[in-house]
Structure formats: structure tokens, C-alpha cells
């Protein structure tokens, strides 16, 4: 129909959102609502997994944990300074607080159930960046990335460390594989993906870009491999054969962010 009409880009596309627009459910409705602290950062704010809770910031306390349905307070969190993120893990068992001091970020990974902090990262031995962070699927390890460019994987039950990593450029995401055992870093600087195998502690893959890597994301068979990059294109690789399947074009704006559903 299209070529029919003799639309041109700009009339393609706005057609295009109109239409998306139009498949929006009509029938939602607000059930509940909840208030946000006025204080808190606009980016602190998550629901576990099963969405049964969520965990808020709190200007009393720091962050409280509650149940979505009543509002109820599971857990009341403190935290170790200005709260700028959160992060349940994949069982929804630990909750990840990242916080901006004077001396820098750190991550507080809360055992939400026992209330008390299983691992900090950014202290001085360890000198995280401040910058990305994630769970492993089965929500036994937590990565982050330091200061010097190497990334730090830490066990959540014994607190010890796994492992480190040193990738070629400094990370500006990273994401584990959803069967575990890899961990893909994106670097702006490098124009790059790594894939990291956590066993061999080797790169197995190597997906390059013409411009820096904002976000990586993985299907979740793990086959294939997302790249939201700032030449405003998204990458969807095979992630075996290191082929490119598509290359998605059209954003007006850098791609920051790329998720599969």
C-alpha cells in the first residue's frame, strides 16, 4: 500500500507511529497508585521478578521493600548514601542499592529476606566506577566494573571473589549470558562487544561496531546478541557464528537503551 500512496520517509514513518499508537490497549485502568518521596532519584525504583513487591526509596529510612498489592512494608533497607539505582536479582532474594557518597559509588546487595548486606561493592580495595552492574540468571553472582577497566564478579552466598576480568576497553555495559556461563561487555571507547567465556576467562567472541556500544542484551535462549549503538542503530547478532542478522535503522537519536521481549 505503501508504495501505492507514494509516501515519502518522514509520511512512512509517522504513519508507522500512528499505527502503533492505535494498537494500545484501551481497556487499562489505574487500580492502585503509590507516591514517590519528592527527594528521591527519579531512577530509583524496581519490582522484583514476580512483581508480587517492589522496593521504593524512603527519605526516613533509605529503601523500603513492599508488597505491591497492600502497600506493606517487607523489608526496611538503609542506605550507605544518595540512592541513585536498584536492582532485584533474578530470584528476587537480594536487592542491589547503588548510592553516590563524597568519596565516590557504591553498591549495597541487600539479602532482603534477613535484612542485612551480603556484599559491598566501591569499597576502597575494590574501587568500583560507579558504572554498570548486573545479577547472573540464577542470582549466584554480581558483576561490576572498577575503575581501572577490569570487571568484578563476586559469589552473593560467601561474598568471595570469583573472578576478574580485564577487557581490551573500558566497559560501559554489561550483561551475563542467560545460560550463565558468559558475559557480554559493550564498550563506547572500544566500539565493541566482548564475549567473555567465565570458565576459560577468555573472549570468545568479538562483535564490532562503527561507533561505541551503549547497551547489550541477549535473547533469552542466549542465540542471539542486541547492540543499542550511538550511530543510532540497533545490531541483532548470531551469536555463534558471529553473523549479522539485522541491522535496525531509522532512530533519530543515539540508541541508549535495546531489550528482547
Known sequence: LVPLLGLGDDEVMELRNEAIACMALTDLRIVMSRTRPEESYFGALAFSPDLECYARPDTKSGVTVRRVVDDEVIADLPTSGELQGLIFSPDGRFLGCRCRKETGYSVDVWDIALQRIVHRVGSAETNWSGGHW?????????????VDGSIYIFHLETGAEVLRLSPTSKPTHIRFHPGGKQLAVGSISGKSIEVWDLETRSVVHLFDHPQGILWVAWRAD?????AACSDGCDYIWKTDTEELLHLLQGHKEVVHHVEFH
Do not use: H, W
Open 134 to 146: 548486573c545479577f547472573s540468571p540464577n542470582g549466584q553472582l554480581f558483576a561490576a566494573d572498577m
Open 222 to 226: 542466549g542465540e542471539l546478541l542486541a
